[in-house]
């Protein structure tokens, strides 16, 4: 499955924005589908993820953002309010058969949309 994100842009600090991720070809179907964000000279870090074992979220951004899918099982979705702009970042989404230990891991995953980027500007 290839995966496409969208819905990046620039906002400002309290704003909202909502991301996307469209799979091209297939379902997710059970498998674990995430968010991961990536700024500029930092690693790549976990934002949130929905699998078979439940719903998670990185801790700099619980309660103010919400993954979420599609009824039709092919787009994952990524609610960000409150923003901040520590929240600047390229966001991608990600998919994979990933075992539990992994769900907030990079390695966990084996399929990667090519990001959107989120600019929060204060």
């Known amino acids: 499955v290839q995966l496409q994100a969208s819905g990046g842009g620039l906002v400002s600090a309290g704003g909202s924005l909502r991301l996307s991720c469209a799979a091209s070809g297939r379902t997710f179907g059970n498998k674990a589908t995430a968010w991961f964000r990536q700024a500029p000279g930092k690693e790549r870090e976990f934002v949130a993820v929905i699998s078979r074992h439940g719903t998670y979220y990185g801790d700099s951004v619980r309660g103010r953002f919400f993954i979420s899918r599609g009824n039709a099982g092919s787009t994952l979705y990524l609610q960000m309010d409150s923003l901040k702009p520590e929240d600047t970042a390229v966001y991608l989404c990600?998919?994979?058969?990933?075992?539990?230990?992994?769900?907030?891991?990079?390695?966990?995953?084996?399929?990667w949309g090519q990001g959107t980027l989120v600019t929060v500007s204060s």
């Open positions: 990600a998919t994979g058969n990933t075992i539990y230990s992994a769900l907030k891991d990079v390695e966990g995953y084996t399929q």
